[in-house]
């Protein structure tokens, strides 16, 4: 039974929903951290092409009363339960800035500076949209939104939406199709934590693998931090680390991989029939094995976006699950064969990653018996296939620009999100990081290793991987 609860508000009565698993994950961070613009995500997609921005602001309201997930609020009832709600139209008006006569850095940094103001967290739009203008004649959207309501696949498909829309009612373009109902996929997903059948089945998988025999920490700085605490805990048997941190001040550092290796790797995905996202696991679970002594039990935390059906797909909200993906990779294992071990293990993962990660984490941590902030993952990875440039793309040969802009602060050391770039598909690498847990040379350093990891085993399958440690 769905327990939602009817409210007023300002007069009228609305019905509250209970927060999802996936939303409950930040508003526990939240709830523990005082930065309440952990939440934020700030970015930005802009058009070199001349723009009617009335036509524009028309669109971005269209877009606000297709997706339900931009007009969610948030309340809080008298026990502390946060409910959630929908408002039935948004006709905020959208501001315009023009910067075109800025430095062009100096634009985004005044963005940066707006996504990093927290947003009221009751009874309040959770979404901050503004049309620019910037230098070079490029034309577009600031778009801010809090992560309860929208994850990146929620914001690429928003930008999208919008952009059709715009160039449907310009230039005669095809008209976006209609949307899925983000309540539909919100009763789905609490039907499922209702004590459901697959619920008890992703349960068991889960208790069975926290009984498995104890993983091994890897950190992307090598094996400093757990050979420190194993002193400080006089346990050289120690296997976890404490990764958490009293200081969340971040930054994004965002490396960019050119037009043509990024499509060698695509090709070689394409080739052997694996996802992309299995070859970057590939290539971080290996830069991780090098950098702590070629170890061969490495996990990491890995996104799973849910978005299997057309429901999840096209309905918006947040929905990514975090979870470990944990492979032990012998040294005599081709490239290729790897790859395989890593897509098995997804495929449980992907299985089973409705479960809620906070219960997950709460339960391993008893039955582990890890300190508090002990984790075995010291890298979470997301990548961003949505980002992928297609022919329905509208207005395909005008140059486009798109931006994330960090917000200033972290829940996680580090957090690499991999999107392609929507001007020529490269493949951009988005490193968000907690500023004292790594530095710009350490940073370029691990984006060095993951370069030539993956090159060394595109060019080769069948090379081992213990060949490739040697390499590199």
């Not at 092409?49 to 609020?73: C, G, P, Q, V």
């Not at 949307?179 to 349960?203: G, M, N, Q, W």
């Not at 490495?298 to 096209?314: M, P």
């Amino acid at each position: 039974m769905i327990n939602k609860k009817e409210f007023h508000v300002n007069g009228v009565t609305i019905t509250g929903y209970p927060l999802t698993a996936a939303q409950r994950i930040h508003n526990y961070s939240i709830k523990y951290c005082p930065y309440h613009q952990l939440l934020n995500i700030g970015t930005g997609i802009y058009i070199q092409n001349e723009t009617d921005f009335d036509l524009l602001k028309e669109a971005i309201h269209e877009a606000y009363n297709r997706w339900e997930s931009m007009r969610l609020r948030f309340l809080q009832d008298t026990d502390g339960t946060v409910y959630q709600y929908l408002v039935p139209f948004d006709d905020r008006d959208i501001p315009f800035y023009d910067f075109s006569h800025w430095n062009e850095e100096d634009a985004h940094n005044e963005m940066r500076k707006w996504t990093a103001i927290p947003f009221k967290r009751f009874h309040s739009p959770m979404n901050q949209i503004v049309m620019v203008k910037l230098p070079d004649g490029y034309n577009g959207m600031y778009l801010k939104v809090d992560h309860m309501t929208m994850d990146s696949s929620s914001i690429v498909g928003f930008d999208k939406d919008v952009l059709e829309i715009y160039c449907a009612k310009r230039y005669g373009l095809t008209y976006p199709k209609p949307l899925h109902s983000y309540i539909k996929a919100l009763e789905k997903d609490l039907a499922y934590e209702d004590d459901s059948p697959a619920k008890a089945r992703d349960e068991e998988f889960w208790m069975k693998e926290m009984h498995s025999p104890e993983p091994m920490y890897t950190d992307f700085n090598g094996m400093g931090r757990l050979i420190r605490q194993r002193q400080e805990n006089h346990n050289p048997e120690q296997r976890s680390a404490v990764v958490t941190s009293l200081n969340p001040e971040a930054s994004i550092s965002v490396y960019q991989l050119e037009k043509e290796p990024s499509e060698r790797l695509m090709q070689f995905c394409k080739e052997n029939h694996v996802p992309m996202v299995t070859l970057l696991l590939m290539g971080l679970r290996t830069v991780l094995s090098k950098f702590n002594n070629d170890e061969k039990d490495v996990s990491i935390k890995s996104c799973v976006a849910r978005r299997g059906t057309l429901l999840e797909k096209y309905s918006g909200g947040t929905r990514i699950h975090f979870f470990p993906l944990r492979t032990i990779i012998e040294p005599e294992t081709t490239f290729l064969d790897a790859m395989k071990v890593i897509q098995e293990e997804q495929n449980k993962l992907f299985r089973h990653a409705n479960y809620d990660p906070i219960e997950y984490t709460m339960k391993r941590a008893k039955i582990r018996k890890l300190q508090p902030g002990g984790s075995y993952e010291s890298i979470s990875l997301t990548y961003q296939p949505l980002t992928l440039k297609d022919d329905t793309l509208p207005v395909p040969d005008i140059p486009y620009k798109s931006f994330w802009y960090t917000n200033g602060v972290a829940a996680q050391p580090l957090y690499l999100t991999v999107m392609h770039r929507v001007e020529d598909n490269g493949l951009n690498f988005n490193f968000e990081y907690q500023k004292n847990a790594v530095t710009d040379y350490e940073m370029e350093y691990l984006y060095y290793y993951l370069c030539r990891v993956l090159f060394r085993g595109i060019e080769d399958a069948n090379r081992t991987v213990g060949e490739i440690l040697n390499m590199i």
